[in-house]
């Protein structure tokens, strides 16, 4: 369980907004997974934008993913994954985990752990370089493909991903992806101060690099779909990757670890709350990106 928190993970903003029940049982479900103390660590972190992204698939699919061919680019952990397949939807998943070796002591556990996890659970797990080898699966056998945060790690164009996710898109299928917003409001700050946007230099520099190569605008993002012969049908950025707060920074005494209660404890957890009410009205200065889009019926 979560230091503050008796229950685990819990949802702290729900006098702000209702998730769909779904989304809610769902992500909780599959949150709860984890190992305690990988949800200390990594889960809690985004569990926000987990019930999110599954609030908008949801709102794309009224009828609910039950009996759904879904598969989900670049998985990671896999939280995803297994709300979708405890709705119902026979998931495959893809990624090549290297972010999560056994040098890398990634906060969301170890590639063993996190493919054992998803097929216990149901989910097809596919290890390769889809950039590489391809996403898997025979042309139109998906209903539903999702790719959450990985297209700004590509080091080319996700020109040739879309074009995939369209072919593998059965007529009327649905597309989900997100990214970061390049326009947010802490990149526009830090370039108006003669700071870079991007991840440090260093880090860049440095061989296996995970970071961010690209990251994109909302019009970008809809064009790039849409270029790809898919109709984007929602459009929509969001600030609830930052609505948990992180407890202990990474140091000798152990682990960063986060809660998804949202504390005004350092500095920084007030700047982000700053930011947070500065782009309440304005939202092309938040965080992520998210579009849904559809592969068009075939004409009579």
Known sequence: MLEGEPNGLRN????????HPQAQEAADWACRQFPPQIQR????????????QLDEI??????GVAGLEALDVGCGAGVVPLALARLGARVTAMDRFDEYGQEQ????GRAGEIIARLERHGVRVRQGDFMAEGLPGEPEAYDLITCFGVIEHLKESPRELFGQMRALLKPGGRVVVTTPNHAWIRNRLRLLAGRPAHDPLEAWWRPGFFGHHREYTLEELKNMLEWSGLR????????????????????????????????LHTAE????????????????????????AEKPERRR
């Open 232 to 263: 984007v049908r929602r459009a929509v950025t969001s600030n609830w990757a930052h609505a948990s707060s992180r407890l202990r920074r990474a140091s000798a005494e152990g682990p960063e670890l986060w809660t998804t209660r949202f504390r």
């Open 269 to 292: 957890r007030w700047l982000v709350a700053g930011s947070l009410v500065a782009t309440a009205p304005f939202p092309s200065l938040r965080y992520t990106l998210l579009a849904l």
């Open 58 to 63: 949801l709102k794309g699919h009224p009828g």
């Open 41 to 52: 660590r990594g889960v809690a972190r985004a569990y926000y934008e987990y019930l999110w």
């Open 105 to 108: 002591d990634n906060q969301m």
């Open 12 to 19: 702290r903003w729900r006098w702000l907004r209702r998730w």
